[in-house]
DNA sequence: GCTCAAAAAATTGTCGACAATATGCTCGAC
DNA sequence: GTCGAGCATATTGTCGACAATTTTTTGAGC
């Protein structure tokens, strides 16, 4: 349990990188980067001076750095215990993505209300892209229109504190992606519902765009709640793509 | 605007306090207070040093404090210009309120799910208190008794996540406090409609707790949208409760 | 008297060192 | 062989000092 590779000597030299860039920001993004995209385990230690060596600052900024993303939910933090890669198990996710859920029908509903004919058009058009994905069967290029899509309409809703919440929740998710995409026909419902979504904010039609959103997303909880109980106590195999 | 106070000479010995408490946690647990509770007006300056003297601790306590309330969104921090208690404009707050609220339906959901019989009673009977406040014209008490029902309703749900959300956001908005209690017919509404919130969890009704929840928050979404658009520039003669 | 540049002061950013605490290990008792 | 007490190690909590940056003050020139 030792056997950590002897630590990477320093990526940065110790003075300061590129430009004016604060050493604790960089440190904070790249930190950040390494437990999101998957880098450092669940439950993994945080030892604060392997990290400064590894980021190459000193042991103050780290330290600030971990008490940002305990506040973050990315990590837990016991006192005189060290900081650890915050755990995240099923039954929170489920609740993240619920939490999730009603902000983002409440984005819809705002977006129904803001957003530009611009706006309209991009959500227009990757809907299209969306459709040509789902024919081709191209499920990953499917998810990614869909991942902007949501994107755009969060956007588009002028909402910053949803904004907020939501980039908040999704950062704790990154570990946990459930490939709903292979619930069949799962796509092809979920195009149906993007499509009322979008024809509801196109014509300003708060109360639609919220209920349909709320519909979708509704949709999305079940197929999550019903392979987080229907699977077995073993691990899923390939954690893959959520698909909101 | 350097008539500060001569600094309080540091109202906890050096040492530590009570017990093997850490001095960064009460620190922080005091420093929230302060502005939570107003002590400190937003866009107040908030040096270290001074803060370290005032709080008995030393200026990399501080600092971590700092890092941790600016994620939770209650200061906001230049790089190398220092921290401030963060100004919330009334359009932010607004925002809060609605976000609260699409998150306070989600509890309410999971609350008629959720809920023991104990706790719908511990709810019918603080639903009695409130009527009674509210025929004695006590709208201290009456709001009183509307923050603990919330606040029993949120426990029920049992929603880590919702919760966690909801107490954030709350702390965001103690300094914005309308009194939409008196807004003539108000109370009344509100008590009625607070009565269907209960009435559907008792039942285990899901859909229309969720739906009674938004409802009501709905109507005091609007009463608070009303009042900040209708108020002229100069501003609230007195802030006051918040009436959810 | 006003403007702008340079020095001075105030404040933040960063670091290494020391103290406090928790963890792991050794070793003797049974 | 197992258990627990005491010691050694590892790690966190805290502090003061120095460097870097911003803000304020000073003062010379017009």
Redesign the interface.
Known sequence: MDDVPPRQPARTPPGRDGRGR?AA?EAYARLRDDIVKGRLMPNERLVEVDLAAALGVGR?AV??VL??L????LVVHE?NRGARVRMVTEA?AL??T??RA??E??AARHAALHATPAEVAFMRETLAQMSVSLKAGDLLAYSDGNARLHAKIIEASR????A??IAG?KAQMVRFQYRTVLVPGRSARSFAEHTRIVDAIATADADAAEAAMRYHLSHVADTLREMTSARAPHRTPVPDLVHF
């Open positions: 604060m920001d103050t330290r600030t008490a940002r305990e506040q973050e939910g006192p929170e609740e993240i619920q939490a009603a902000l029908a409440l909402h910053q504190t949803a907020r919440l929740l």
